[in-house]
């Protein structure tokens, strides 16, 4: 009887004892086997990063966030666990951003150099970076709400550029073209509309993005037709680039924007989020802005043509990219 | 030798003793007879503390058993038997091992403790029982287990409550001859009961607890010679 | 402090000085090692080993259940695979524990309390004193150990059925793979739930074994005394279990 008790009772505690440690191990994702590294980041702030957060190399998950601790000088200074087999850039980074609409939060490794396009990111990595020490350089990403709040500042600002161009314009000979720098305006309104939809319903999304680039098909050849007389004005035809470049821009935007639509079926996945958009946004809208200030020279100058050839180009490899990886930026579905 | 003094207890606004005042001495069997629910067995688990009395003490070998630590109650406890009115066997356990639980807590080897069992076993008759569960004996055969349960411990004292109720008249005569024999073996004997026949049989001494008091101490021949009316009733048991 | 005094304290005070004087009581008797150390592995079996598979039983319908339900909540406002969530959650945190102790309250507490209320009765328990055994040591210390052993063992088990029944039902019976379910499972798990379900199982070992005692030892004598104490520690049990897990709600979350 004693020696069945003995038998029983280990028996039971054996069981769980191994259902609480496999499944704590297992639901924690420990591996013992698994060789890990620890490495530091320094931040200004880390948003909404949590212990047990996942840390992302190009969008694989490599390790976790062990510890957050505040330190000295207002920085906070983050501990991750990495697998060792993970091969690191050379100067990493460390880019704390929200996965998904649920507030879920990760710290996604990149690449100190080159720098990220986006300024404030630039910046927040240099000042850390600047500290030195063993932590890497850190900064963090706004979330979603800050995000369309900021690409609505930005839409406004490119109607409020349009509005100078317009007065650039306003003689007899560029009536024309007039009308159509007012159309873009509507653009531009269409984008803070946009902008605004983003927190809502991402469907519209895609509607949006396809009346858009009607509109800008339209703009483009209303554009075209008032600038073909201004190509005596220009030597070599560049207006005339810009404006092809620009329709063949928005074909592609109204394609994609089908695709979207599309995708939005399957994308049922939430990780990502619509910051790389919008961080593209930003730069496109960014060199608009720069460009505006040699706009009113548009006949005379060629500083424009290259800027807005260029804006073209990149607005073009945007949705280039948007075809081609339509998850990377449609993985915002809500719910 | 022990020795009862002023014992009071109460129940709630029932009170049972009122100041009893007893001494046992010691190499002979007391018996305490009374009317049932008089306070016998109240008395009895005074003296080992299973009860704590209102008023009153107990002093058994010289020292106050009301005063006594935790580990001087145990101490005590093992010199006092204590033998129960449905002796009390626990059931999940066989013959031997009830009569071992308490050699075992004396710390006795197992040797000793097999021998012992044998030994009272033998005094009660019941040798060949070991492996039986209270559940499987008789009445009579579960009273002898919890003599044998007391004798094993070699006590000084046993207290016997009431030993012979309930048991038919053959069983209660091989009972008071059981008494008889832990006596002769040396043991003290403070015996509570109603069974007159069992008492004159057994006691030495015989005292009657009534209405709270002893009412009449003294030999067997004293009290079967008393003159008092309320013990000749009770050991006549008229109506 | 010796046992008439305290009985003279009891006699006197309210209930829940009674339940600190038994606890008192019982804490003590945990130095009489010799008494209650042969006695502890036999309880264990009884109180926790034997308890396995109503526990089991228990643990497979809720996770069925939690299933079930929360896909129900989420349709279309939340991701299914927060399903496993949901389950893992619950099951770890609140109703493994909770659910596991009012079974075995009811078990245990009752199986406890009959039979040391009809020890009590039968006067077995006096006999014990008179064989120079402290009851606390002898009854109370083995069964409050073991159950305080045992629960989290027996609500580790439920755990792992549990999750497991609702994994195999969101499986089956809903539009849910393996994977999601497990996504759902990590998403919020923190090393904590675990424990603190484990944690909180103890105490209601504890709580519910301790109550049983204390009304089987103050049995009134005869059936219907019994009968009453063994409701009541049942009772009591089960309320100790829900004052428990919101103390240790406030305390440790």
Not at chain 1, 54 to 68: H, M
Not at chain 1, 121 to 141: C, F, I, K, M
Not at chain 2, 144 to 169: C, F, M, N, Q, W
Request: glycine share 8%; net charge neutral; proline share 3%.
């Amino acid at each position: 009887m004693k020696r069945t008790n003995e038998f029983a009772v280990g028996l039971a505690v054996l069981l769980a004892l191994t259902v609480v440690v496999a499944g704590a191990l297992w639901l924690s994702e420990t591996d013992l086997n698994k060789q890990q590294v620890t490495a530091q980041a320094r931040f200004r702030t880390v948003g909404g990063l949590g212990v047990g957060a996942p840390v992302t190399l190009r969008g694989v998950k490599v390790g976790r966030v062990e510890a957050i601790r505040l330190v000295a000088n207002e920085w906070v200074e983050t501990e991750f666990s990495l697998d060792r087999v993970v091969e690191l850039p050379p100067k990493p980074a460390v880019i704390s951003a929200s996965a998904s609409l649920f507030g879920e939060w990760s710290a996604n490794i990149i690449s100190y150099d080159p720098p990220p396009t986006d300024p404030n990111l630039r910046e927040a990595l240099a000042e850390s970076d600047q500290v030195g020490g063993d932590a890497w350089p850190g900064a963090t990403l706004p979330d979603i709400g800050q995000l369309t709040a900021q690409a609505s500042r930005i839409a406004g600002d490119v109607g409020v550029v349009t509005q100078r161009i317009s007065q650039a314009f306003d003689s007899t000979a560029l009536k024309n073209m007039q009308q159509s720098v007012k159309d873009l305006a509507e653009i531009s309104g269409r984008l803070v509309e946009f902008a605004g939809a983003q927190t809502t319903r991402i469907d519209r999304v895609s509607r949006n993005v396809a009346t858009t680039s009607d509109a800008f098909a339209g703009v483009a050849q209303t554009f075209q037709g008032a600038v073909a007389r201004l190509d005596t004005a220009t030597s070599d035809n560049q207006l005339k680039d810009i404006l092809n470049n620009g329709r063949a821009s928005s074909a592609d935007l109204r394609q994609a924007a089908g695709d979207l639509r599309s995708v939005m079926t399957a994308a049922r996945e939430n990780q990502a989020s619509l910051i790389r958009v919008v961080q593209q946004a930003d730069s496109l809208m960014t060199k608009i802005q720069r460009g505006n200030g040699t706009l009113g020279m548009l006949a005379s100058d060629s500083t424009l043509y290259r800027e807005t050839t260029a804006t073209v180009i990149q607005f073009r490899e945007l949705l280039t990219d948007i075809k081609a990886n339509p998850k990377k930026y449609l993985k915002i579905s809500v719910f | 030798m022990i020795t009862i003094d002023g014992l009071t207890k109460a129940f709630g606004a029932k009170r049972v003793l009122e100041g009893v005042s007893l001494e046992v001495p010691d190499g002979r069997n007391t018996v305490v007879i009374g009317y049932s629910g008089v306070g016998k067995s109240v008395m009895l688990k005074c003296i080992v503390a299973l009860l704590e009395p209102d008023a009153g003490q107990v002093v058994v070998d010289g020292a106050v058993v009301q005063a006594m630590s935790r580990g001087e109650l145990a101490e005590l406890r093992g010199r006092i038997g204590y033998v129960f009115q449905f002796a009390a066997l626990f059931d999940s356990m066989t013959v031997a091992e009830n009569i071992a639980l308490g050699l075992v807590k004396r710390g006795l080897d197992r040797d000793t403790i097999a021998q012992r069992i044998e030994e009272s076993l033998a005094v009660v008759e019941l040798s060949g029982t070991e492996d039986k569960y209270p559940a499987e004996l008789s009445g009579g055969m579960r009273k002898r287990v919890g003599i044998a349960r007391a004798v094993a411990l070699k006590p000084h004292y046993i207290l016997y409550d009431e030993p012979t109720s309930g048991l038919d008249p053959v069983t209660s005569a091989v009972m008071d001859q059981l008494m008889v024999r832990t006596r002769d073996l040396g043991v003290t004997g403070l015996v509570v009961t109603h069974d007159m026949r069992s008492a004159f049989c057994v006691g030495d001494r015989i005292a009657m607890l009534h209405e709270g008091r002893i009412r009449q101490v003294g030999t067997k021949a004293e009290i079967q010679a008393t003159e008092d009316p309320v013990v000749r009733q009770f050991i006549e048991g008229r109506p | 402090m010796s046992p008439p005094v305290a009985s003279r304290i009891a006699a006197r005070d309210g209930f829940v000085a009674h339940i600190g004087r038994r606890s008192l009581e019982t804490a003590r008797a945990l130095a009489d090692v010799r008494t209650w150390s042969p006695l502890l592995m036999g309880q264990m079996r009884r109180l926790g080993v034997d308890s396995v598979p109503i526990a089991l039983f228990i643990a497979v319908f809720t996770g069925i259940v939690l299933s079930l339900l929360s896909s129900y909540i989420f349709t279309g406002a939340v991701p299914l695979y927060f399903v496993g969530a949901l389950v893992g959650k619950t099951v770890m945190m609140e109703l493994g524990p909770v659910l596991t102790g009012m079974a075995l309250a009811g078990r245990v507490g009752a199986s406890i309390a009959a039979e040391l209320g009809t020890m009590k009765v039968t006067e077995q328990v006096d006999a014990l004193e008179t064989l120079a055994y402290d009851r606390n040591a002898y009854l109370v210390v083995p069964r409050v150990l073991a159950a305080t052993l045992m629960f989290p063992v027996v609500t580790a088990l439920a755990m792992g059925v549990g999750i497991t029944s609702g994994w195999i039902t969101a499986v089956n019976l809903l539009d849910l793979s393996t994977p999601e379910f497990f996504k759902g499972l990590k998403l919020f798990y923190q090393f904590k739930d675990i424990w603190f379900g484990l944690l909180k199982s103890a105490s209601f070992g504890a709580a519910v074994a301790l109550m049983g005692c204390l009304r089987g030892l103050d049995a009134k004598s005869g059936a219907q005394g019994v009968g009453q104490s063994t409701t009541r520690a049942v009772v009591l049990g089960c309320e100790a279990i829900l004052v428990l897990d919101a103390f240790w709600a406030l305390v440790l979350l």
